[in-house]
């Protein structure tokens, strides 16, 4: 049986013919958590003065105005893209509009799992937040404290959750991202944990096609056809965009970049190992750009 080809393209701007958006991936896009990746802000602004609309969608478990602030810190002013919508948005929203039954259903006694700077995905909401997951009535999960922690050093506060019958909100379903170089885990990585301790697990983000929808409503594009999620996530953005019916291209540099023997940043893959990751992963993105440039 032959695999299916994935074309490796120099960049985006052939892809874009036809279209009206992109709906573009942060970590391993366009920065790797630290800093903007080389040609970035180029690119953006190519795109910009092509006259796409742009919004980042981003697995990230904080309110999207803090990342603003990031990638100005970054060189990446406001004005070379169209807006950021991150999974912790959506999941403020289901926590303050409750119409989603799984959230109507939680209590509000929350224990929150994560560090301080992501307090800002349920400050302002009618919630308790609690010192101990015993007297809580369920528990928000935002990720690690630290990029060198692993999901064993949690295991004994998801023993307490557990013990405790909490259901969990999973702000980020992400297993990994790549962050200077190298992998750190993410909620989703101790959301699965949970789930396989038989635990109830709640997440927003990619890859619920239910995000994309909100990514749409921000492009102001209705017609699915006209728009390019562009992401190196193969399980998310890939996986995501497919669910929701949009065209995704897989940008090779950022977490796959090490499977597929890339060592440098913008390294064109050998697109015979591009497709057989994709067709090994169960995905099927138009296309492979080894960074994002247009």
């Excluded at 800002?120 to 909401?125: A, K």
Aim: charged letters at 25%; aromatic letters at 6%; a negative charge.
């Amino acid at each position: 049986m032959t695999t299916p080809a994935v074309p490796v393209l120099p960049g985006l701007e052939t892809l874009c013919a036809g279209r009206d958006g992109l709906i573009l991936d942060l970590w391993g896009v366009i920065h790797d958590g630290h800093s903007a990746y080389p040609g970035v802000a180029e690119a953006l602004a190519r795109i910009r003065d092509a006259g796409l609309a742009t919004v980042m969608l981003t697995n990230a478990p904080r309110l999207s105005g803090p990342i603003v602030e990031t990638m100005e810190g970054m060189g990446l002013p406001r004005d070379l893209y169209g807006g950021i919508l991150s999974s912790g948005d959506a999941v403020h929203q289901e926590l303050r509009d409750r119409t989603d039954p799984a959230f109507a259903a939680l209590g509000r006694r929350l224990w929150h799992l994560g560090p301080e700077r992501d307090r800002t995905v349920f400050e302002g909401l009618d919630l308790d937040v609690v010192e101990v997951p015993e007297a809580a009535d369920f528990v928000l999960n935002t990720g690690p404290w630290s990029f060198d922690e692993t999901v064993a050093d949690y295991q004994a506060r998801l023993d307490r959750c557990r013990a405790a019958g909490l259901p969990m909100v999973c702000a980020n379903p992400d297993h990994v991202v790549i962050r200077e170089g190298r992998k750190v885990i993410c909620a989703g990585a101790l959301a699965a944990r949970y789930a396989e301790m038989g635990g109830a697990v709640i997440d927003r983000g990619k890859p619920d096609p239910a995000i994309y929808d909100r990514a749409l409503a921000r492009l102001g594009v209705t017609d699915r056809r006209r728009v390019l999620a562009v992401g190196d996530g193969l399980h998310t953005d890939i996986r995501g965009a497919a669910a929701a019916g949009i065209d995704a291209v897989f940008v090779t540099g950022g977490l796959y970049a090490e499977p597929l023997g890339l060592t440098r940043h913008g390294e064109r893959p050998d697109p015979e190992r591009v497709a057989a990751l994709c067709a090994a992963e169960g995905v099927a993105p138009i296309a492979a750009i080894p960074a994002l440039v247009w």
